[in-house]
């Protein structure tokens, strides 16, 4: 098919684990361990400023490149073998089916990834390639076509399915390899100084069975980091509802409303709070569903082979089992993402960082980037319960504009909506990844462009940043980096 445009909104990596590292936060104390969840405050501040402890008492003080890889401070040690057996499940290569590792074997038959660490390097970001001849595997495209399945959910290609895989297991067809070109749109900010942001289009070549439909929607989505993902799962429903504003009823432009999607376990419509779109519920079935659509894996909540009809070779390929991850796997991974800790803050005391926070939330910033919530109860897991956290998010689908549109409907999100995305850990990225490749499909090229590229019902706050004084634009760029 033609060059497919993507102007949209904002990992599978190996874990390093370092237990009791030094802490490297500013702040004057390290909080004792405890697995006692702190007591849920009388009132929700709107601001962050001065707490390095982004993610409560499960916050850990590592700045390292093994800073999104710990397990929850206050994850008591016997309870983390889990922990460390879904780490060492997480950085585990699948191999071709049949195998004498009959453990790990079932990869593919199509695939875009021989592990989770592959993508969430590090349990970060993902990113696009950067070399000519680089393989896309921190950033991957699904597809569907209009209409959608019994349950809501996006209707996938008949030929390619849901998501494009581009490599494949010895004999059987990959189903085809997407490459990447960007296009630079100079900009000036209001003081005179020049920026450039750039729009990525993608074309797919060597397709296997044919072009893509006439009527193809293409999502490119980057792997996002992993750590926090239980904090957000332990947010009552009613504390992410009561942000919602659909109807814009207040009048502020802000419009943020929830995703419901299908949740495999329950047999219901539920909130969504994870993926970019919030077309996930609960982090179980994100993980169970990366193993299938990514690794070709099945699993007792997805037990069908990612093959479509039409590709024979594919359904005819030997699996690994049925299913080929069992669900005491699913569960330790599940298990391991969890309770991977949030890093604690840096220089929070830094007169340039408070400054940018205060410029962050009175441009509007805060409106959709929630900078406290509280969780609720989860009496599995009382080391999540109770905990004041700064995500810096609201979970709810916000009109981005046209140009980070994908056109792509998601459940109940419409094709210009996105979840808004956690902040906590963004400062630790360059450190962890080695690079700062932003939004969902990592066009932006640092904080400001990300800002930039901004446009709905955030197109306001763009605009306050661009027009900003140069020092107050340093200043909230500074702020970002503390998280």
Known sequence: MGVLSALLFAGCGGSDLVIGATPTSTATSTPAQSATPTATPTATPSSNLGDPLSGGQTTVFNATIAAFGQPARNLPLDSRTDFFVGNALFNRSWVTAPSSTEGSDGLGPVFNARSCSSCHFRDGRGRPPIEPDESFVGLL?????????????????PAYGG??????????????RATATYTEMPGMYGDGDPYSLRAPSYDFVDLAFGPLDNEIRVSPRTAPFIFGLGLLEALDDETIVARADPDDRDGDGISGRPNRVWDLRREAAVLGRFGWKANQPTIEQQTAGAFRDDMGLTSTLFPAQNCPPVQSECLAAP?????????????VVTF?????????RRDVDNPDVRRGEE?????GCTDCHTATLVTGAVPEAPELSGQRIHPYSDLLLHDMGPDLADERPDFEADGREWRTPPLWGVGLIATVNRHTLLLHDGRARGFAEAILWHGGEAEPAATAFRTLPRDERAALLRFLESL
């Open 141 to 157: 495209f699904r597809l569907s076509i209009p209409g959608e399945t019994a349950n809501g959910g996006p209707l996938s290609d």
């Open 163 to 176: 998501q494009l895989n581009q490599q494949a297991v010895l004999g059987v067809p990959a189903e085809g």
């Open 319 to 331: 699996t690994g089992g049925d299913p080929e991850v069992d669900q005491r796997k699913i569960d």
């Open 336 to 344: 391991y993402t969890r309770f991977l800790a949030v890093p604690a």
């Open 359 to 363: 410029v962050f939330d009175r441009i």
